[in-house]
T-cell receptor, first 112, second 110 residues
Framework: DVKVTQSSRYLVKRTGEKVFLECVQD?????MFWYRQDPGLGLRLIYF???????EKGDIPEGYSVSREKKERFSLILESASTNQTSMYLC???????????FGPGTRLLVL | GQNIDQPTEMTATEGAIVQINCTYQ??????LFWYQQHAGEAPTFLSY??LDGLEEKGRFSSFLSRSKGYSYLLLKELQMKDSASYLC???????????WGLGTSLAVNP
């Protein structure tokens, strides 16, 4: 079974703090993705990576950065958290050429 | 542009059959996915169609017509646990990303 894990299920941070969200997959997937999901807006892609040290912007990259130093690990960084970044953050991974995405359990982030 | 349309909400009765439609307008097509998402949880993969026709998997079936830009997910013998959001997503040619619909929230009533 594919397993995608995320570092926290729930997180509360203050405005201006730097926030790290980590995602780890154990299936040797090349592709990894970070989404946020908000009511009425659906899944929106923040960043994705198709190889170690490679990254591409998604639809809403502003205010976020990512890091992929190892194939199994993809980190999302909020440089200076703001209240409008309160959301559910979902990580996913997939094989190259077979694009079924498998999701982690999600991190519900609240920025106060 | 890229666009995927699904009904926002649907209601059905336990034991019945429900069909959830998805229409898409995308620049190229290389497969359509259906995911199920229970409230507060992550999406889980249900089905994948790349050729026209019906794919059956237990109580769930998915249909695709590429010429019409149309798919549906058919859920039979509905159970209370099928109450969830159902997401349609399309892969366009030569692209690792998926384009996601907003999802259809299905409520199954006793």
């Amino acid at each position: 079974d594919v397993k995608v894990t995320q570092s926290s299920r729930y997180l509360v941070k203050r405005t201006g703090e730097k926030v790290f969200l980590e995602c780890v997959q154990d299936m040797d997937h090349e592709n990894m993705f970070w989404y946020r999901q908000d009511p009425g807006l659906g899944l929106r892609l923040i960043y994705f990576s198709y190889d170690v040290k490679m990254k591409e912007k998604g639809d809403i990259p502003e205010g976020y950065s990512v890091s992929r130093e190892k194939k199994e690990r993809f980190s999302l960084i909020l440089e200076s958290a703001s209240t409008n970044q309160t959301s559910m953050y979902l990580c996913a991974s997939s094989y190259q050429g077979f694009e079924t995405q498998y999701f982690g359990p999600g991190t519900r982030l609240l920025v106060l | 542009g890229q666009n995927i349309d699904q009904p926002t909400e649907m209601t059905a009765t336990e034991g019945a059959i429900v069909q959830i439609n998805c229409t898409y307008q995308t620049s190229g097509f290389n497969g359509l996915f259906w995911y199920q998402q229970h409230a507060g949880e992550a999406p889980t993969f249900l089905s994948y169609n790349v050729l026209d026709g019906l794919e059956e998997k237990g109580r769930f079936s998915s249909f695709l017509s590429r010429s019409k830009g149309y798919s549906y997910l058919l859920l039979k013998e509905l159970q209370m646990k099928d109450s969830a959001s159902y997401l349609c997503a399309v892969r366009v040619l030569n692209n690792r990303k998926l384009i996601w619909g907003l999802g259809t929230s299905l409520a199954v009533n006793p």
